[in-house]
Each structure stands twice: as C-alpha cells, then as structure tokens.
C-alpha cells in the first residue's frame, strides 16, 4: 500500500521501471518522443537495492519523518537567490535519477491524482560519459487564483548522473529575463550514531563497514536558484507577486515530493530484473 489507496501500484510500476531502465544499455537519445532513461548508470546496482530494502523494512517499524524544508530567499541588484535544503528518505542514486527521469519524476500528486511538471519535449545536445545536456520544455502547474495554470518552461538542462548534479538556464520563462540554478544530491548517513560509535564515517565505504551494510543512507538535496523578472515585474508590488508564487510553487513541489517517497517507502518491491552487469563506468 502507498500512502493512498491505490498509490502502491503507480509507485511499484514507476521504480521497476526505472530499475529496468537502469539494467540497459541504448544508444544515445537524440529524438524529442524518444525519452528512454537512463542510457547508462554510474553507481552500484545491487547496492541501491539493498538501501530500497532497507528503507522499506525501516518504515514498518519507525517510519522516517520528514522534515520540513529550508528555504532561504534574498534579493541583490533585481536578482532573487533561493536556497532550499530538503532531506528525503530515499537512497541518493536512485532519488537523483527520479529527479531526472523524463519518464516519470516524483512530482505526481497522489491526493489529486495529477503531474504538476510535465515534459512536453527534449532533446540531447551532448552527451559524454555521465554528462548530457538537453533542451527540454517543461510545464510546471502553479496555483493563481484558485486556478491551476501551467507555465511553459523552455530550459538548457546539464545533467551528471555521476556526481548527482545539474545546472540549468533560461532559454524562455515568461516574466523571467533571467532563470538559472543548480541543484545537488548528496548522502546523509541517518544511522550513523547508531553503528558507528568509535569514528564519525566520512564517505559510503567507510559508513557501509561500520554499520556492517546495514547503515541506510537518505539523500540530501540543495537547490540553488537564481531569478530576475522582466520589468515591470522587478517592481513592487508586482514583484512581491513573482516571488510569492515562485516560493508557493517550490514548496507544493517539495511536499509532492516528499509524499513520493513515503509512498515509494511502503510500496511493494519491484519483482527482481536481470542483469548482465549493475554498474557502468
């Protein structure tokens, strides 16, 4: 069961899915109605698992709490900075590759039953190894009003699946005459003062051999943003109006993805798939 009824299923479907798409190897995607994803992966396989396991049998005894995220907003020569810190009870590997999927994502909202980002199109620019960057066209739904209204996003997106980091700008975002960020994920080993007690673990290995493999590892994720409206929008009071829905938009955001992964945390596991190697360097 997921956290509502019949959530459990999509959950199920969305992460074998993924897992499957992971365990392949395609050519590279250069087609705007071909979103195969991932071409490669760059971590363990079998070691993302075993933290799915993990957090699965974690949650029917102490379910994870999810904190609140922390978001920070400053404004310096017409320019808005928003920081946000959120922590997630899912594994980073597998959490960074949701954030990325154009497939699916964890932005469904369960309670109403719809995305609130959508993926109209992309197309891959360049790819080596671990990076690739696309041109996609995003629509994200903010509320206005009562209403939901979706705003078309048109983006240059850097992504690293080997160091769980991408960069983005603007190439369109109506009222926007600058738009660009970076987010990162990184590991926050949550069990670390229960298993490793003599010396505080500073990297995976060091955390899996104190904790004897069984130290679950949640995903830290920051979000650096960067924007400036067009004028008359950098004006008050219709620019209290661009930040107040920008900052409302980001926190629906968050919290659909937080229910994501409670619901990803209690769903059934994924039957097994085959591989012929988990892990590409």
């Known amino acids: 069961m997921g956290v509502l009824p019949g959530s459990g299923s999509w959950i199920n479907q969305n992460s074998q899915q993924l897992l499957e798409a992971e365990s392949k190897s395609s050519e590279n995607v250069d087609s705007e109605d071909d979103f195969k994803f991932p071409a490669k992966i760059y971590y363990d396989l079998n070691e993302t698992r075993k933290q799915q396991h993990l957090w699965r049998e974690a949650e029917k005894k102490h379910p994870w709490h999810n904190a609140s995220p922390k978001i920070k907003v400053t404004q310096k020569n017409g320019f808005y900075h928003m920081n946000i810190e959120l922590t997630v009870g899912l594994p980073p590997d597998f959490f960074y590759d949701l954030l990325i999927n154009p497939e699916g994502g964890p932005f469904l909202d369960l309670h109403k039953g719809r995305r609130l980002v959508e993926n109209e199109s992309r197309n891959v620019l360049f790819e080596n190894g671990p990076r690739q960057t696309t041109r996609v066209e995003k629509s994200v739904v903010c509320n206005l009003f009562g209403l939901s209204i979706p705003i078309r996003l048109n983006l240059i997106v850097d992504d690293n699946r080997k160091d769980l980091m991408t960069q983005y700008k603007k190439e369109k975002v109506i009222f926007m005459k600058a738009f660009e960020g970076d987010y990162k994920v990184e590991p926050v080993f949550v069990d670390k003062e229960?298993?490793?007690?003599?010396?505080?673990?500073?990297?995976?290995?060091?955390?899996k051999k104190c904790s004897g493999g069984q130290g679950k590892i949640a995903s830290?994720?920051?979000?650096?943003?960067?924007?400036?409206?067009?004028?008359?929008f950098?004006?008050?009071p219709l620019s209290w109006f661009i930040r107040g829905i920008t900052i409302k938009t980001s926190k629906t955001l968050l919290a659909v993805v937080q229910d994501t992964s409670i619901a990803m945390r209690t769903a059934k596991p994924p039957p097994p798939v085959k591989t012929g190697s988990n892990k590409h360097e």
């Open 194 to 207: 229960r298993f490793c007690k003599k010396r505080i673990p500073m990297t995976r290995q060091e955390y």
């Open 220 to 232: 830290k994720l920051t979000i650096d943003q960067y924007f400036q409206p067009y004028p008359p």
């Open 234 to 236: 950098n004006l008050p």
